[in-house]
Nanobody, 120 residues
Framework: QVQLVESGGTLVQPGGSLRLSCAASGSSFTIYSMRWYRQAPGKQRELVAS??????NYADSVKGRFTISRDNAKNTVYLQMNSLKPEDTAVYSC???????????????WGQGTQVTVSS
């Protein structure tokens, strides 16, 4: 089995920075695309950023402020968030498209989410 575990969410003041991590664990797998989503109370889940083979994409609302990166050796994706605003408050979750050795399909796995609160 494969698990994704996020970390790094906390309370931060407006204008501050935070780095989220999402680590995949398990055995014998290959990771393809990795993504960060967020969901604020009463709102739909939003795709924040994605990374595939080094190519990155961002939601317009975070362009220029957030950076997604990946450490393939650690099976970990990061989300560096700068110039945080109160409207960035949400539960942030990662997902990854993973192929396990011996399994003929690619499966999307999700982490449990981490709370980011931007408030003074």
């Amino acid at each position: 089995q494969v698990q994704l575990v996020e970390s790094g969410g906390t309370l931060v003041q407006p204008g501050g920075s935070l780095r989220l991590s999402c680590a995949a664990s398990g055995s014998s797998f290959t990771i393809y695309s990795m993504r960060w989503y967020r969901q604020a109370p009463g709102k739909q889940r939003e795709l924040v950023a994605s990374i595939t083979s080094g190519n990155t994409n961002y939601a317009d609302s975070v362009k220029g402020r957030f950076t997604i990166s990946r450490d393939n050796a650690k099976n970990t994706v990061y989300l560096q968030m700068n110039s945080l605003k109160p409207e960035d408050t949400a539960v942030y979750s990662c997902n990854a498209d993973i192929k396990r050795i011996g399994v003929p399909i690619i499966t999307t796995y999700w982490g449990q989410g981490t709370q980011v609160t931007v408030s003074s």
